[in-house]
């Protein structure tokens, strides 16, 4: 047996891309929930809006959120494809949710078409988990 360590496994182009997407998206949210007062006042959680006092105090949990999927994405986490497909999943039920009960949404026909076209990434993710874990390329 060899003392010599194995190269840690290349990062592919898309984890890279998703990685560099969540950073990227905190950058954009970071301002606009702190200085913009249009967007600043409203967040959505599980298809139901916040406005207000509790929006600005849950807006940084979204931030958490995409900070730990860069995180995740960069260093090959284990647990970031199933966690950003669960994401996926669950930002295609709260559109469907929106569209229905919120007076900007458009009813449940639009809805269904955004969660399934939403739908679309967690399913990629899924398959994706399914590739790397047969090469064995997350840590």
């Not at 998206?25 to 006042?41: G, I, Q």
């Not at 995409?66 to 996926?88: E, H, N």
């Amino acid at each position: 047996m060899s003392d010599t360590p194995t190269p840690p496994h290349e990062r592919p182009r898309w984890m890279t891309a998703l990685a560099l997407f969540c950073l990227v998206t905190v950058a954009f949210l970071v301002p606009r929930d702190l200085f913009f007062p249009a967007t600043r006042d409203v967040e959505v959680w599980f298809g139901f809006e916040l406005h207000g006092t509790p929006a600005l105090l849950t807006a940084p949990l979204h931030w958490i959120l995409f900070l730990a999927g860069a995180y995740g994405f960069w260093f090959q986490r284990r647990w970031i494809l199933p966690a950003a497909a669960a994401y996926a999943f669950y930002v295609a039920a709260s559109h469907l949710v929106w569209s229905e009960v919120s007076p900007n949404g458009r009813g449940w026909i639009a809805g269904l078409a955004q969660a399934l076209v939403l739908s679309i990434p967690g399913v990629l993710l899924l398959r994706a988990r399914r590739t790397t874990e047969r090469r064995g390329n997350l840590a």
